[in-house]
Nanobody
Framework: QVQLVESGGGFVQAGGSLRLSCACP????????WGWYRQAPGKQRESVAT???????TYSDSVKGRFTISRDNAKNTVYLQMNALKPEDTAVYFC??????????????WGQGTQVTVSS
């Protein structure tokens, strides 16, 4: 069973920065697409950013230019650098790992979530 361990959430003032980390302590076999999602109170969970095994990235329009996702394959870790934070970024952030056993078969794994609170 793949476990994802997140860290780095917290409380910050608007305009500040935080860096989230998500690590898989065990070995991962197969290609991995890492991602970050977030869920604010009363809202649906939304995708924030993804990074594939070639380090190609995608971002939601709401975070583009402010957030950067990156990965360290040697450490089985994904990061989310969040700059110029806004109160509307307040949410629980979840990391995900989509692990492909073949090009057409995969499993999704989720971290436990970490709270990010941005004050105005």
């Amino acid at each position: 069973q793949v476990q994802l361990v997140e860290s780095g959430g917290g409380f910050v003032q608007a305009g500040g920065s935080l860096r989230l980390s998500c690590a898989c302590p065990g070995d991962i076999f197969g290609h991995v697409v890492w991602g970050w999602y977030r869920q604010a109170p009363g809202k649906q969970r939304e995708s924030v950013a993804t990074v594939n095994s070639e380090h190609a990235t995608t971002y939601s329009d709401s975070v583009k230019g402010r957030f950067t996702i990156s990965r360290d394959n040697a450490k089985n870790t994904v990061y989310l650098q969040m700059n110029a934070l806004k109160p509307e970024d307040t949410a629980v952030y979840f990391c995900t790992a989509r692990i492909y056993s073949t090009w057409a078969e995969w499993n999704d794994y989720w971290g436990q979530g970490t709270q990010v609170t941005v004050s105005s």
